[in-house]
T-cell receptor, first 110, second 114 residues
Framework: GIQVEQSPPDLILQEGANSTLRCNFS?????LQWFHQNPWGQLINLFY???GTKQNGRLSATTVATERYSLLYISSSQTTDSGVYFC????????????FGAGTQVVVTP | DTEVTQTPKHLVMGMTNKKSLKCEQH?????MYWYKQKAKKPPELMFV???????INESVPSRFSPECPNSSLLNLHLHALQPEDSALYLC?????????????FGPGTRLTVT
């Protein structure tokens, strides 16, 4: 099956700092989603981005499907950005089975 | 509205109990999913329902029994669970179970088996 690797595994940021999270995948994908899991366990949809670039406030994402990676940018980080960020992909033969990466644990300190 | 609701939020059950988890969505989605998430791990798919029919069972033990009574509702019936089944159980939905459609997750049920 498809492999999804996220880096870095852990990230500690001071409030106001910028950061980039990376997601590499081993095969062509048709869906790619970025999620933020808050400390209470809720998975929040950040982006649905199988290709191209999207922005939502302080967050933006870019997927280069031909090179099999996606990047999530966090600018001017806030303590509420703390949590785990997951990348998840679908391929045409997945039948809805999202394959998640291991996640990036982000801690934003005041 | 992109909301998936789950009840209960927390559940503690003994190994001999029978309980059920409930998931509901009113987005008109025809695909619904159960995922299991252990601490410090990503979610793992358990079941997929497409148009109220079970389409994927990821070799889940029979002590977990899913049910989709209608297009808005998904249940997970639990019986004779083991302590290692303690986890966060997440429900999700999407328009259909194929590529091109975003999955939306509920807040989860945190299950503890004693």
């Amino acid at each position: 099956g498809i492999q999804v690797e996220q880096s870095p595994p852990d990230l500690i940021l001071q409030e106001g700092a910028n950061s980039t999270l990376r997601c590499n995948f081993s095969d062509s994908v048709n869906n790619l989603q970025w999620f933020h899991q808050n400390p209470w366990g809720q998975l929040i949809n950040l982006f649905y981005i199988p290709s191209g670039t999207k922005q939502n406030g302080r967050l933006s994402a870019t997927t280069v499907a031909t090179e099999r990676y996606s990047l999530l940018y966090i600018s001017s980080s806030q303590t509420t950005d703390s949590g785990v960020y997951f990348c998840a992909v679908l391929t045409t033969d997945s039948w809805g089975k999202l394959q998640f990466g291991a996640g990036t644990q982000v801690v934003v300190t005041p | 509205d992109t909301e998936v609701t789950q009840t209960p939020k927390h559940l503690v059950m003994g190994m001999t109990n029978k309980k059920s988890l409930k998931c509901e969505q009113h987005m008109g989605h025809r695909a619904m999913y159960w995922y299991k998430q252990k601490a410090k791990k990503p979610p793992e798919l358990m079941f997929v329902y497409s148009y109220e029919k079970l389409s994927i069972n990821e070799s889940v033990p029979s002590r977990f029994s899913p049910e989709c009574p209608n297009s808005s509702l998904l249940n997970l019936h639990l019986h004779a669970l083991q302590p290692e089944d303690s986890a966060l159980y997440l429900c999700a939905s999407s328009q259909v179970a194929t590529v091109g459609y975003e999955q939306y997750f509920g807040p989860g049920t945190r299950l503890t088996v004693t």
